[in-house]
């Protein structure tokens, strides 16, 4: 019984350091496949980059990387307070940071100022960001506010209201080839914007384009 008891002791450890070492083997396979196909999807990315670059002729190079130098808008020095000129500006300064985000990318600024639960501005965020991760962009065009007016909220609502007209000019973007989309020219676009003070700085809440 001892000596039985002792194999079975014995049997019982071997039989750990061998699911101990299965372990490690079935890890390190893992790991090695994970990195295996991460590998793949560097080379394929690199390869998609590529092929767009080698598609884009100098002009359109020049083009984009025009767009993507474009420095950030400045803020304006009252979109901080708590006033019709304040909501007026911040809504200025999001107009200006939708184009800056669809010629250059970045979104960061455009998140800062916006709610999370606004459909509005997700929407612009997500739609530049899938724009140049699929190697696209847009030049720089022309936009001019020519009337904004603020509405201080109504009973029973969490929002000021900044009412916009703007003109934009010809709109070009480029997505992952060299094919370019063209929005034409608009005058008197209106745009309905639903504000919030909150926390020392005007947030935007939602928007909406009002079909002409």
Partial sequence: MVV???LLGVGACSMRGARAEASVSASASASAAVARAEQGIADANAS???SREAALSPELRAQRDAALAEPAPDKPPQMNEETAEGAAASVGYFLDLYRYAFMTGNTTELETISEDQCVF???VIDRAAELHKGGGWANKWEQEITDIAYYEKLEGYNYNLVHVHINYGQIISY???A???VTEAIEGQELKFGVHYVNGKWMIGE???VNK
Avoid: F, I, M, R
Wanted: hydrophobic share 30%.
């Fill in 179 to 181: 094919s370019p989309n």
């Fill in 4 to 6: 039985c008891v002792l």
């Fill in 121 to 123: 501005c997700k929407s």
């Fill in 207 to 209: 928007g909406e384009v």
């Fill in 175 to 177: 997505y992952q080839n």
């Fill in 48 to 50: 998609a980059t590529a």
